[in-house]
């Protein structure tokens, strides 16, 4: 054990004065933590795991802000762990043979369990997580990884197996405003002792651009209190909030979750024929600084998946708007790219080009080796005319309407119907015809 000297002692001491405030307000403990209810209330299996002192390994997985950090550290000294914290940033794999070894030295002399808590744990290579695998396994610590993204792609699935997945939320509007109340009031860790006012109006900004990341409430909290401190008053208002904010960093990661969940929702909204919906995460995307050609790229599956026969124009549509942003770049490019979002989003709806082929694909799947009928085979030799190749083909611009009614698909899905138009838009001049030349539109 290594002795604790006044000097560490002072350092410490001028550590938590002089820290930011999001750190001095962490909480220490689970009654002090401010949301996560669905982990944290007393019959989850969390809180219940803790209760009875098998804390599992486990990677929690949510937004900036959201606790993370906060909890692993509960976690620990609710369970009376050693607390080892690393960034998968800037620890190599000799950091984690270090930690490894202590682990094992601490709970073979002293019979205490460590809590390694892996900050940004997606960021971890493979050969860095196979080296904690065995020891995940084999109990020699409880492994706590954050991550902001989903683990199902980043973590390996030994390693991610041998964890239970607890996923946090953004903070709700109303643990903000606790949050924030706590930070105002607390005299010997908070602002309590500069006696500062918040308007009510710039406490709801605050919450609105914080995007439910209490980091980022309290830090801008703290730039708006010292900012007015000389001022008599010592109110915050919310001109001060939203020049401590400055602008609110949207939480997108190109790379990440948000990438994929920001155009889920643009496509979504599309083919729920929500134009306003559509316009608004497009222009989340634009905001963030999103390849516009790879918007553009969804846009034209959109058209072909959920327009589709409705309005077969829509693909023609979305496919200029590439060539069109492709052509112009940014910031012009995202003009096209909103004019073809409201005109799919305003289109009638029809997957039923999609849905045949991916019946068709069932078939052909099952079926690979259906040969194709004599009579839709292409004579091109003597010997395949010999062999009835083309023989009572119809031809069918020969026929009235153009029709001759002969069979198309071979005999073990003769009686099979790929194509169901719908009666959306075009489609339903397109379900008539079909009714008219086969007594059936599909």
């Keep these: ?105 601490r709970q073979g002399m002293f019979q205490q369990t460590t809590v390694l808590f892996v900050d940004e744990i ?33 973590v390996i699935a030994p390693l991610l197996s041998r964890c239970r997945v607890f996923k946090l939320e953004p903070l709700k509007s109303d643990d903000m405003a606790v949050v924030i109340n706590k930070a105002l009031t607390d005299v010997e860790l908070g602002l309590g002792s500069m006696q500062i006012t918040l308007e009510a109006e710039a406490q709801d900004i605050l919450i609105s651009m914080s995007h439910g990341d209490a980091r980022i409430a309290l830090n801008a909290l703290e730039i708006s209190a010292f900012a007015i401190l000389e001022d008599r008053e010592r109110v915050v208002t919310k001109e001060t909030i939203i020049d401590a904010l400055q602008s609110s960093t949207p939480l997108y990661d190109k790379s990440g979750d948000g990438h994929y969940d920001h ?96 019946s068709a694909l069932s078939d052909v799947k099952y079926n690979p080796n259906e040969p194709v009928p004599l009579h839709l085979r292409n004579a091109v030799t003597e010997l395949m005319s010999d062999h009835g190749y083309g023989k009572e083909y119809k031809y069918d611009h020969d026929f009235e309407g153009h029709f001759s009614g002969q069979d198309y698909l071979p005999s073990a899905v003769q009686d099979k119907r790929y194509y169901i138009p719908t009666e959306e838009g075009s489609e339903s001049g397109i379900r008539e015809r079909l009714e008219n030349l086969w007594g059936t539109s599909g």
């Design 1 to 105: 054990m290594v002795a604790v000297t006044l000097f560490d002692h002072g350092r410490h001491l001028n550590a938590k004065k002089f820290s930011p405030l999001p750190d001095r307000m962490r909480p220490k403990t689970f009654e002090g933590f401010v949301g996560q209810q669905h982990l944290l209330s007393q019959d989850r299996v969390l809180r219940r795991s803790v209760a009875a002192g098998s804390l599992p390994s486990c990677i929690l997985w949510g937004p900036p802000g959201s606790g993370k950090t906060t909890l692993s550290r509960i976690l620990a000294e609710s369970t009376r762990s050693h607390f080892e914290e690393v960034s998968a940033v800037t620890s190599g794999v000799a950091d984690l043979r270090r930690i490894i070894s202590e682990s094992q030295d």
């Design 122 to 154: 997606h960021r971890f290579n493979k050969a860095q997580q196979d080296v904690i695998l065995p020891h995940v396994e084999i109990g020699t610590f409880t492994l706590v990884g954050a991550t902001t993204e989903n683990p199902s792609f980043e």
């Design 263 to 358: 155009i889920s929702a643009l496509i979504k909204s599309i083919r729920g024929s929500s134009p306003d919906g559509a316009l608004y995460w497009l222009a989340k995307m634009i905001n963030a600084g999103e390849d516009p050609l790879f918007i553009a790229r969804r846009l034209i599956i959109s058209a072909a998946e959920d327009i589709g026969m409705a309005k077969p124009e829509a693909l023609a549509v979305a496919v200029a708007a590439q060539q069109a942003v492709h052509f112009l770049g940014m910031p012009e490019g995202r003009i096209p790219l909103a004019e073809a979002t409201v005109y799919l989003a305003t289109s009638p709806k029809s997957n039923s080009a999609y849905l045949g082929l991916e």
